[in-house]
């Protein structure tokens, strides 16, 4: 083997820190973008946010304000001016220093009540804020313990009790076993199944339960009946009625609504299993659904697309988002000379650098989103005029060639970005599907999306007694010149979460 030095020339395509950079706010969300300028503006002392006119002119106004109350100061009114001008003293005009403008002030300012003008009266600061004393939704685990503490139960029991209802779901259920709830304490599993079954007498009904039967059953003892037949059974007695059985051994049949099939099992008839059926229907699966916090979160627009003059127009929206500049300090600062040392140079020389970079790149995104949206605008005309029905099949290349860039930009735009049009609040990802061939026009192709809401739309309007199975979806497609196959409609129905037509089925 030889040793022996070649000389080679290439490119090399190398992503510097600054493209990564660039690349990476492209593809933020608005939050996320939000936080990522906010990260800057903190670590970076050469960018300064440029605020708006308004706070301006407020600062403005403060100053001013500031300013005159200053002077005010600076140049009071000599107490024997006052006593000549009003002609007296405060003793003989009747007026008593505390009942001045500032005396009343301090007067109301305190906190007396009648029957504590003994106890020292406290300062405004002192009362909570508003935000304080808005009424705040009870959580599950709150509203058991409020009863556990209300119970007859001993200290000891309390405590179990409070670890059981610690280790609940949301849902209401215990999730684990009792033997897994008592490890680490000197409590037995026998009192963990004794305080349980005291907290499964709370309110909501059925809460504390390990699955869904016993679930059903707790909810099942507290109507203080038994319901739908009688087998053999007391009145007032769950056990062998044909509920109970249902609930037991036959969830899976009900679910599939295999009526015949559970009548015949418990050797009753349909009917009857009818009116089990609707006693179960009432009951609830999730007893800590009323106490789950649905929380609505406000999704904020990145872009606006409105119609001006017969044309539609893409407006970025960058409200709430700070608008940045290079420090005017520091540059007046560096442009004289008077940096300090090297090494202070070089540090706001690198800082420069990167701010000029930071605000190039989100000028480059915001043009970018832009021109992304304003070619959805163009592909997509229709939608935006007549509805969903009229969404054409689009595909990230289609933009890509029309704006003369790469798949990959267009797939880092359209992510976690919406638009608010006429047609409502939409992410950028809604417009691009895949087609369905059209039967009269080959040429041309039906959308995806427009296609799932013909299907939702049978579906609503199907009769609930004979639901529509997929071959006869797909056959009512093809008559509206839609080519699609069974196993098309059953994949899309199931992407929409909508059951198959055995479990659409109502016998009442």
Excluded at 9 to 28: F, N, V
Excluded at 149 to 172: P, T, V
Excluded at 244 to 266: F, P, R, S, T
Excluded at 328 to 351: I, N, R, V, W
Aim: glycine share 6%.
């Amino acid at each position: 083997m030889k040793l022996r030095l070649d000389l080679k020339l290439s490119q090399k395509l190398i992503m510097t820190p600054q493209l990564q950079q660039a690349i990476k706010l492209l593809q933020l969300s608005r939050l996320e973008l939000q936080q990522s300028l906010a990260q800057h503006l903190l670590e970076n002392p050469l960018l300064d946010e440029v605020q708006t006119e308004t706070e301006e002119a407020e600062e403005a106004e403060e100053a001013e304000t500031a300013t005159a109350e200053k002077k005010t100061e600076e140049s009071p009114v000599s107490a024997s001016q006052e006593q000549s001008e009003e002609g007296g003293t405060p003793e003989e005009r009747g007026s008593p220093e505390e009942f001045s403008a500032s005396g009343w002030e301090e007067y109301f300012g305190r906190d007396r009540r009648a029957g504590d003008s003994e106890y020292p009266s406290s300062s405004q600061d002192e009362f909570p804020s508003y935000e304080q004393t808005v009424a705040k939704a009870m959580s599950l685990e709150e509203h058991l313990l409020w009863q556990l503490s209300l119970s007859g139960l001993s200290d000891r029991e309390k405590a179990l009790g409070r670890l059981i209802i610690g280790n609940l779901d949301d849902d209401g259920y215990l999730r684990i076993t009792l033997p897994e709830v008592v490890a680490g304490t000197d409590c037995t599993e026998a009192e963990a199944e004794s305080v349980l079954a005291d907290i499964q007498t709370f309110d909501p009904t059925g809460v504390g339960a390990r699955d869904l039967p016993e679930c059903l059953l707790l909810q099942l003892g507290h109507l203080g009946r038994n319901p739908i037949g009688s087998l053999g059974s007391r009145p007032g007695a769950l056990k062998g009625s044909i509920v109970e059985g249902i609930i037991l051994h036959h969830l899976k049949d009900l679910e599939k609504k295999q009526y015949a099939k559970i009548a015949k099992v418990l050797n009753v008839t349909v009917e009857e299993v009818f009116q089990a059926t609707k006693v179960i229907e009432d009951l609830e699966p999730k007893p800590g659904r009323p106490f789950t916090n649905t929380q609505n979160y406000v999704i904020v627009p990145d872009v606006f697309v409105v119609k001006n003059e017969g044309e539609w127009v893409v407006l970025l929206n960058d409200d709430g988002l700070p608008r940045m500049r290079i420090s005017p300090y520091y540059k007046q600062l560096m442009a004289s000379g008077q940096g300090g040392t090297a090494e202070t140079k070089a540090y706001m020389d690198e800082k420069l650098r990167a701010a000029q970079w930071v605000i190039r790149s989100i000028e480059q995104r915001n043009k970018t989103i832009i021109k992304v949206v304003s070619s959805i605008v163009k592909f997509q005309e229709q939608f935006f005029e007549h509805g969903v029905q009229y969404l054409k099949p689009l595909v990230l290349k289609q933009v890509a060639e029309d704006i003369g860039m790469h798949e990959s930009t267009i797939s880092r735009v359209t992510a976690n970005k919406y638009m608010y049009c006429p047609q409502g609040m939409l992410e950028l990802k809604f417009f691009f599907n895949a087609g369905l061939q059209r039967a009269d026009q080959p040429s041309d192709m039906h959308s995806s999306v427009s296609v799932r809401e013909m299907i939702k739309k049978m579906v609503a309007e199907e009769d609930a007694k004979r639901p529509l199975k997929d071959e006869e979806i797909a056959a009512r497609l093809r008559t509206q010149q839609v080519l699609i196959a069974r196993r098309t409609v059953a994949k899309y129905r199931a992407e929409e979460n909508i059951p198959t037509a055995s479990q659409r089925k109502r016998f009442f």
